[in-house]
């Protein structure tokens, strides 16, 4: 007889509200259900994730929606209406964990700003992902995975014409770090009880792939 197979979930009983689309917030919020967590991700009604509509297809699915939100629970909920705060306030007041992945200032005007949430949940753990962090003169500036690879030294080193073959800044530079980062707050949170804002800025992360570069 087969000897039985014990699957280890170091993060059962975690809850995290995930209002991320596309790649890093969804990538990372795969690892932790992937380990246990219990993921809720909240979608636009009707269209939901961008990511639902790429190809290729099994079926009507999108495969790539869901090779990432595998293992995820999904709420349908129209951010902007009167009536969102009063379906959220109870899934906020419970959960460990809220990753989000807006333009900075997007969250706060819709009411649920880190700001905001820790007078409803002060043990949260609060992900913000974004190209160039929260604050600074490049907060708002639109960007993509070739964008920050760029402006973080990495294309430089490549071959003449050639680019990387991996959307390596959304998934080094963003999902890999805010798993570590909130890994990280959750163990200090275990200490002193308080959650945190955890800022991810997609073009910084990327610095260390032009160390690698220079080393190599």
């Known amino acids: 007889m087969a000897d039985s197979v014990t699957r280890v979930q170091p993060l059962s009983g975690l809850k995290v509200l995930d209002f991320s689309t596309l790649l890093p917030g969804p990538l990372a919020t795969l690892i932790l259900a992937e380990a246990g967590a219990e993921v809720l991700k909240v979608e636009r009604p009707g269209t939901g994730d961008d990511m639902r509509s790429f190809p290729p297809f099994v079926g009507k699915e999108s495969a790539l929606f869901a090779l990432l939100n595998r293992g995820k629970k999904s709420l349908a909920l129209d951010l902007k209406s009167p009536g969102a705060w009063t379906t959220l306030e109870p899934l ?5 964990v809220l990753v989000e992945q807006f333009r900075p200032g997007v969250m706060d005007r819709l009411g649920l700003g880190y700001a905001t949430l820790k007078t409803t949940n002060p043990r949260l753990v609060y992900c913000s992902i974004t190209g160039y962090g929260q604050d600074g003169p490049k907060a708002n500036v639109v960007g993509h995975d070739l964008t920050y690879l760029a402006e973080a030294g990495v294309l430089s080193q490549a071959t003449l ?5 991996v959307l390596a800044a959304d998934i080094a530079g963003g999902a ?8 990280m707050a959750l163990r200090r ?3 002193n009880g308080e959650g945190t804002h955890l800022d991810i800025a997609m073009a910084e992360q990327s610095l260390t ?8």
Request: aromatic share 6%; proline share 10%; net charge neutral.
């Open 92 to 96: 906020v007041r419970s959960a460990d």
């Open 161 to 165: 014409g050639s680019v990387p073959p």
């Open 176 to 183: 890999y770090p805010a798993v570590m980062n909130i890994l």
């Open 189 to 191: 949170r275990d200490a």
């Open 209 to 216: 792939f032009a160390v690698g570069g220079q080393i190599g």
